[in-house]
Nanobody, 123 residues
Framework: QVQLVESGGGLVQAGGSLRLSCAAS????????MGWFRQAPGKERECVAA????????YYAGSVKGRFTISRDDAKNTVYLQMSSLKPEDTAVYYC????????????????WGQGTQVTVSS
């Protein structure tokens, strides 16, 4: 049974930083592209970052480029999202997702999803 468990969310002031973690089990982690998505109230779920196997390729949404960094540790079956210079508009539930293919920003191409972790940025 595949499980993706996110952690690290919380309340932070604008300009602050958070690091999200996603621990995976039940799948050959090193062979999966991993993505971080977010969904704000009333909005569609969007990809903020994704990292390919071996970290050879990454994707960042324009709104987070230069502020967020995705990384993976295959030895720990964990993917991270380092978020800096946070803005109130980054407030959302953040989800980890996995797909057995190349980097993609399309949510329907991801097979497995975590339960999400709330990130709230106060102004």
């Amino acid at each position: 049974q595949v499980q993706l468990v996110e952690s690290g969310g919380g309340l932070v002031q604008a300009g602050g930083s958070l690091r999200l973690s996603c621990a995976a089990s039940g799948l050959p982690f090193s062979t999966y592209t991993m993505g971080w998505f977010r969904q704000a109230p009333g909005k569609e779920r969007e990809c903020v970052a994704a990292v390919s196997t071996t970290s050879s390729s990454t994707y960042y949404a324009g709104s987070v480029k230069g502020r967020f960094t995705i990384s993976r540790d295959d030895a720990k079956n964990t993917v991270y999202l380092q978020m800096s210079s946070l803005k109130p508009e980054d407030t959302a539930v953040y989800y980890c997702a996995a797909r057995p293919g190349s980097v993609s920003y399309r949510r329907w191409e991801y097979n497995y999803w975590g339960q999400g972790t709330q990130v709230t940025v106060s102004s």
